[in-house]
């Protein structure tokens, strides 16, 4: 095995190392990834996890807010977190002598945090300006109401921000005890990559997080597909916001298929998505695809923004492009798909902090990490044939479709219309 590949140690608590060397870099990369988001929250608890990243912050057993601030940044340090619907990310990067000092540092976060209560009344309207922020934007409301859409009451289409009530009311015992129940050994990957010296660093790593409680891995109930028609007008938008979806397999299932579907139809100004929409109709000026892939469940995503007079057309002229992709695939867009997906897996792997949190998603959906080549050959072996069936399967199962913003009057029955073979209803 060379030297740069990277290596999984398992440490006493449960908890596991991710160590991607990277001695062509000149700074090292920090991060515990916490296989806890969104997704594992009730009705009640929604948004707690985001609490709980910003929280984190502000106040440790050890030290105040400030302090927190001050140490990493006297180091020159950048720290930043983000939560997702199936995980949540802690991470550092700066100077690799000081990559010790990161993995303690990242351990009181999450072993430690106090939850001051002056800190959560500050932090709580910090959280409610970045909720009316997303409220106010139609592309996220299209989003919200495509998940909703999708997957109805399951906890896979609440919002990672939450709802306003649950923000408005969550307390400092209810942050301590969301911690206290997810952030367990079986759930955490503590990753480092750089140009460190693993060998000094596991030692460093399981004494910093030797005191990481155990609790069960997460149990969800996989989610039923709904599909239909959803839509919403929202006041001061000046265009019409499209996502339209279909159900795929989720990160464990292990398909490439959607991945390599989704640059076939709409990576690229070449691309059909595009080339038809965009280039040959002028039909809209924004269009994207990609295949969402999480733990519970997956999404093949079109989204686009047009003007309300363009919607039905650009609909109907969706649903055709996806018609005929589960009849024929075009050898010349299949090259091209294959090789923007390689050189966008490559470009990943130059990336520290993307490789370390793809590589622990990895290991909380399969247990182990894919070696570079292998994802790479994985993609490269799928098929004409076995991306008709992926536009097929989509097709017969049914799409889900969220219209929002600016919307011509009777906008869901045309669309219903304008989609055609796409809805099952």
């Avoid at 239909?228 to 996502?243: I, M, T, W």
């Avoid at 989509?394 to 913003?405: D, F, H, N, P």
């Amino acid at each position: 095995m060379p030297a740069t590949a990277p290596a999984l140690h398992a440490l006493p608590t449960g908890a596991r190392l991710l160590v991607i060397p990277m001695p062509q870099l000149a700074t090292v990369t920090a991060a515990v990834f916490v296989h806890s988001g969104s997704q594992h929250e009730s009705a009640r608890e929604s948004g707690i996890s985001h609490a709980v990243e910003h929280m984190v912050f502000k106040g440790t057993a050890a030290r105040d807010a400030r302090r927190i601030n001050l140490d990493a940044e006297r180091l020159g340090a950048e720290v930043n977190a983000h939560t997702d619907k199936d995980h949540t990310a802690f991470y550092m990067r700066g100077l690799p002598q000081h990559a010790s000092a990161f993995v303690h540092m990242l351990s009181e976060l999450v072993l430690a945090p106090t939850f001051p209560a002056a800190e959560l009344e500050r932090e709580r309207e910090v959280l409610l300006h970045e909720y009316t922020e997303d409220e106010d934007d139609p592309l996220s409301s299209a989003f919200k109401l495509f998940d909703k859409g999708c997957w109805g009451a399951h906890p896979l289409a609440q919002p990672v921000i939450g709802s306003r009530r649950n923000l408005e009311r969550f307390t400092r015992e209810e942050l301590a005890a969301w911690v206290q129940r997810h952030f367990t050994a079986e759930r955490m990957v503590i990753g480092v990559a750089g140009p460190i010296d693993p060998a000094a660093l596991l030692p460093e790593v399981e004494a910093a997080f030797a005191a990481l409680p155990h609790g069960p891995a997460p149990a969800l109930d996989a989610p039923r597909w709904h599909g239909g028609v959803h839509s919403r007008r929202l006041e001061g938008s000046s265009q019409s916001h499209l996502v339209l979806g279909f159900p795929i397999a989720d990160r464990r299932a292990d398909d490439p298929t959607a991945t390599m579907a989704a640059a076939l139809l709409g990576e690229g100004m070449s691309s059909p998505l595009l080339a038809r929409l965009r280039e040959e109709r002028g039909l809209a000026y924004y269009t994207a695809c990609s295949a969402d892939v999480l733990d519970g469940g997956g999404q093949f995503v079109v989204e686009l923004s047009t003007s309300p007079e363009q919607l039905e057309p650009a609909l109907q002229e969706l649903s055709a492009l996806l018609q005929e992709h589960a009849t024929r695939i075009d050898p010349i867009d299949l090259e091209r798909a294959r090789n923007q997906v390689a050189v966008r897996h490559l470009r990943a792997q130059e990336r520290p902090l993307r490789r370390l949190e793809d590589a622990a998603l990895e290991v909380f959906a399969l247990g182990r990490i894919h070696p570079a080549d292998e994802r790479l050959a994985r993609l490269a072996a799928v098929d004409a044939s076995a991306l008709r069936t992926q536009f097929g399967r989509m097709i017969e199962a049914g799409a889900t479709l969220a219209l929002a913003g600016r919307l011509p009057r009777a906008a869901s029955p045309h669309a219903r219309k304008a989609a055609g073979a796409l809805l099952r209803l």
